[in-house]
């Protein structure tokens, strides 16, 4: 890490640690404040609005103060940041950072404010899920497996009169009868009486 980002850093979790308390001010008595994430967020764009910082370090220091300030768990604050950062990327208007530039400090934080709560976390997360599909924290639909996707075609195969799927069907059935007991379930009966 060279010399020039250490000082970003170190402005940014300044900077971050000032807007984060701004943001919480802001919201004042209000008897539903913003989320973790959408504080990250918050303070993330304010961030990447106001100085040099991408994105992503914006996004860092945004975290790095959020838990200085309230010290969750790890656990907790990985998914505060992840969170944060699917609002940024899928529940948030593209380009608001660029567009926030022009504004004074308090007009920033009004239109941020305004921004991230009129999104719906929920939809954001779905959005996210359906891009990544399945990768790193998509949650696709995940299809039948293939023996039970099989059987689920016999069994219309048997409703449509199909004779030799019944007969098929019927052989599977008397195989699972004759299988002994998977080995997790085999003492239950003994166990509970």
């Known amino acids: 890490m060279g010399r020039s980002s250490v000082v970003e850093y170190v402005q940014g979790e300044a900077a971050a640690a ?15 404040g913003l989320s973790a994430a959408k504080q990250i ?4 764009l304010y961030l990447h609005a106001a100085g040099p910082l991408c994105e992503e370090r914006a996004l860092q220091a945004a975290g790095r103060a959020y838990a200085q300030g309230l010290r969750p768990t ?19 208007e593209p380009g608001l950072a660029e567009s926030l530039r022009a504004e004074p400090p308090v007009g920033r934080l009004a239109r941020i404010d305004a921004a991230l709560r009129s999104v719906n976390q929920a939809q954001v997360t779905r959005a ?10 998509g949650r696709p639909i995940q299809p039948p497996r293939t023996a039970y996707g099989a059987v689920l075609k016999l069994l219309d195969l048997v409703r449509a009169g ?10 599977i059935q008397d195989l699972m009868r ?16």
Do not use: C, N, Y
């Open 18 to 32: 000032w807007v984060l308390d701004a943001i919480r001010e802001a919201a004042g008595p209000r008897s539903r």
């Open 41 to 44: 967020a918050a303070v993330a």
């Open 74 to 92: 790890p656990a907790a604050l990985k998914k505060a940041v992840s969170e944060a950062r699917a609002i940024l990327q899928f529940g948030v």
């Open 128 to 137: 996210r899920a359906e891009a990544l599909a399945g990768g790193r924290g």
């Open 162 to 171: 199909d004779l030799s799927a019944r007969a098929e069907l019927m052989a």
């Open 178 to 193: 004759r299988a002994p007991p998977p080995a997790h379930t085999a003492d239950r009966r003994a166990a509970s009486q």
